[in-house]
């Protein structure tokens, strides 16, 4: 017997199929950027019988990324807006006795809160608060909310400025920094205060800030009742210089007293309370000071007590757990092999997998990740994609798995998509298997020639999928065959494979990447004159690695790049923690070792037509490391460019236009070399 469920994925699936030959299919333009849209933050009601998930699209005319809310039935009936309007509403969630959700916006100028009833459809703002709340968790009772917020601190002034005469024009007074961390990338330069600790009331009114103290408390949780809250934090002397030292804290509603509940060297965080109030689900990891490690899953006794790891058998990163409605049994996410899956662990140990294909939620290229949530019956609802469309909604249940909704289908059944497929093969360094993805142009022909992109990503703790990614389907749009493969260093295939880089980053990732060029060329259809390689971030790093190390490339684009490590180190916007996990020691006392692994060394030999491309205003790889390599070009006559994306943080690709402009020229850097 076919459930309702399946009758509207089956009667929607033939309305594709006998709707799609109506339109003439065209090739992905550049503006079909601003036409993409994709579904995040799928929350699942309680009782399993709704979702609301956050619908994104842009807005060509002021180059925004916005957001509305939107409800559907389990079954796939009654897709709606809840929310409509060009603004960012967002992290909806829902109230214990689901009849209502608190949801962000800023739709008033400022992100803040707001409920809304579902039975009237009608709502109430929140807040009036002067910085941007974290996650919301609503009590147990239903009669508050907690979340966590910035707030500000006025240090005090190292002198005192002599008063500037009445009418006279003096610069700004300078900037005094004491701190590690004082600048952020996507945040800029920081303020001097703390994220802390609030309580609203669910009718509204001030929100009543809980703890102080020069300390960032995480996203707090509700215990079973109205008492004490649960997060993360490091209040160690040393925080400063090791910032990955959190631990789990019960801290008081009432008297804000905060109890430490985890004492060990590493990183503890996102405590989940179980439905019986009793115990406390949460990952962390024994620190080793390692490039990658993996996050476990522990649960211990309210009080702290009693601490043990939950075998799952699994050599992955554990995140985003949830506990079964009877307590006996956890919910978690993980990366497995370039895909996302949501599985089962009994706490007594027993793994097993119930969803597959959690899509990631990158336009730009096709990362890794994505959301789940879970209702009380078991129901799932998350983020579900391909290679052949960005994140959908999909739902999973006792009746099967499907995709509720198709939001890009007016734009993507009028556009040919490349095709992607899956290669395994082995390195030429080690035999090391390694997994990669090819993409075809549109009507790709085998008795033809192609020119080839390798597209490396970033991280270098990172993996790549069979995901959508519109930087791909464009170069494959513009008649390039493109590899992305998950060199050595990438997650998803557990420690030992990401640590094959840990002090030794960039090495054989770059046999890795050329064996897997070699493996496409043997097909037979590319051009082996027309070689082409770019990647961001990491990818950057690799990039200009490759073209010191090889001249096989017509051309290369290095990407908000690292290029020498000593200067990455004591310039990026996370000084304490590159040199202690990336690197042997400090700088100054293994300049051997940080130049052997600098691209920068290797200029040299660079012939390969190289440009560079980076944000402004990106902390993390600053645009520095840009300027240096471009000047060390520009001295050896190698044929260089450097791009400069105005007001962009390391995320380029987060404004549209800027993804626009990233891709087109790539496009034509590549193109003036064919």
């Known amino acids: 017997m076919i459930s309702k469920l399946m009758k509207n994925i089956l009667g929607f699936i033939l309305l594709f199929t006998l709707s799609a030959p109506l339109f003439s299919q065209s090739k992905l333009e550049l503006t079909d950027i601003f036409n993409l849209e994709y579904v995040s933050d799928p929350q699942i009601s309680p009782d399993g019988s709704k979702i609301i998930y956050t619908r994104n699209f842009k807005d060509i005319m002021t180059d925004r990324n916005l957001s509305n809310l939107w409800m559907i039935n389990f079954d796939g009936t009654m897709n709606r807006p809840l929310t409509t309007g060009n603004q960012n509403d967002f992290a909806a969630v829902w109230s214990p006795n689901g009849k209502e959700v608190v949801y962000k916006s800023n739709k008033g100028g400022s992100v803040q809160l707001y409920r809304f009833w579902l039975d009237t459809r009608s709502e109430s703002k929140l807040t009036n608060l002067q910085s941007s709340p974290g996650s919301v968790s609503w009590s147990r009772s239903g009669k508050w909310l907690a979340f966590s917020m910035f707030v500000p601190e006025d240090a005090k002034p190292l002198v005192q400025l002599p008063a500037k005469p009445k009418g006279a024009k003096w610069n700004d007074p300078p900037k005094y920094i004491d701190d590690m961390k004082y600048r952020a990338d996507g945040a800029g330069y920081l303020q001097s205060g703390a994220r802390q600790l609030f309580v609203l009331s669910i009718e509204g009114g001030t929100a009543q800030q809980i703890t102080s103290g020069d300390f960032d408390f995480g996203n707090p949780v509700w215990g079973s009742n109205d008492s004490y809250l649960y997060t993360s934090v490091n209040m160690h002397e040393d925080k400063e210089y090791n910032p990955r030292n959190s631990e789990i804290v019960q801290v008081s509603v009432q008297t804000g007293a905060v109890t430490e509940l985890t004492a060990r060297r590493g ?11 009793k115990t406390i689900a949460y990952t962390g990891m024994f620190d080793r000071f390692l490039g990658y490690q993996l996050s476990k899953l522990y649960v211990m006794d309210l009080d702290g007590k009693n601490s043990r790891e939950v075998i799952t058998g699994l050599d992955r990163s554990i995140g985003d757990v949830n506990w079964s409605d009877d307590g006996k049994s956890l919910y978690f996410m993980y990366e497995d092999q370039g895909d996302i899956k949501v599985s089962n662990v009994t706490l007594t140990g027993k793994t097993t997998e119930v969803v597959s294909h959690v899509s990631g939620l990158s336009l730009g290229r096709p990362y890794a990740g994505g959301q789940y949530s879970l209702a009380s019956n078991g129901n799932i609802a998350y983020t579900y994609g391909s290679s052949e469309y960005p994140a959908e909604l999909g739902a999973a249940g006792k009746k099967g798995n499907a995709k509720l909704t198709d939001v890009n289908s007016d734009l993507l059944n009028r556009k040919a998509i490349g095709k992607v497929e899956e290669v395994w093969y ?36 990172a993996s790549y999928g069979p995901w959508f990614s519109i930087e791909v389907q464009l170069y494959a749009a513009a ?11 990438s997650t998803s295939y557990g420690e030992d494979f990401a640590n094959l880089i840990h002090h030794n980053y960039p090495n054989q990732d770059y ?13 037979g259809f590319i051009d082996t004159n027309q070689l082409y390689v770019t990647g961001g971030s990491g990818g950057g790093v690799l990039t200009a690695w490759i073209v010191g190390h090889t001249d096989r490339f017509k051309a290369a684009v290095v990407a908000k790049p690292v290029i020498n490590w000593y200067s990455f180190v004591l310039y990026s916007d996370n000084p304490a923690t590159f040199y202690q996990y ?3 020691g400090l700088p100054w006392d293994n300049l051997e070792h940080y130049m052997k692994r600098s691209p920068l060394s290797y200029v040299g030999n ?5 440009m560079l491309l980076t944000g402004e205003s990106d902390f993390r790889t600053p645009i520095a490391e840009s300027e240096q390599y471009y000047a060390a070009l520009k001295l050896n006559k190698v044929e260089t460019a450097m791009v400069r994306i105005p007001g962009a943080s390391h995320g380029i690709a987060n404004q549209p236009s800027n993804l626009v402009a990233k891709v087109a020229y790539i496009l034509g850097w590549f193109e003036k070399y064919k």
């Not at 008649?479 to 260093?489: A, E, H, K, S």
């Not at 046999?511 to 097909?523: E, H, Q, R, S, Y």
């Open 582 to 584: 990336w690197f042997p």
């Open 426 to 461: 082995e390195s030429s360094f080690d035999k090391q298997k390694i997994q990669g993805w090819i993409c075809y142009p549109p009507n790709f022909d085998k008795t033809k020639k192609y020119p080839l992109i390798l597209e490396i990503h970033g991280g270098p703790f």
């Open 267 to 277: 990183p503890d965080t996102a405590p989940v309370i179980s439905p019986d109030g």
């Open 606 to 610: 660079v012939t390969t037509p190289t």
């Open 479 to 489: 008649g390039y065959v493109v590899l992305y493969t998950n060199p050595r260093g």
């Open 511 to 523: 046999d890795d990447l050329m064996t897997g060029v070699d493996v496409v060329i043997d097909k």
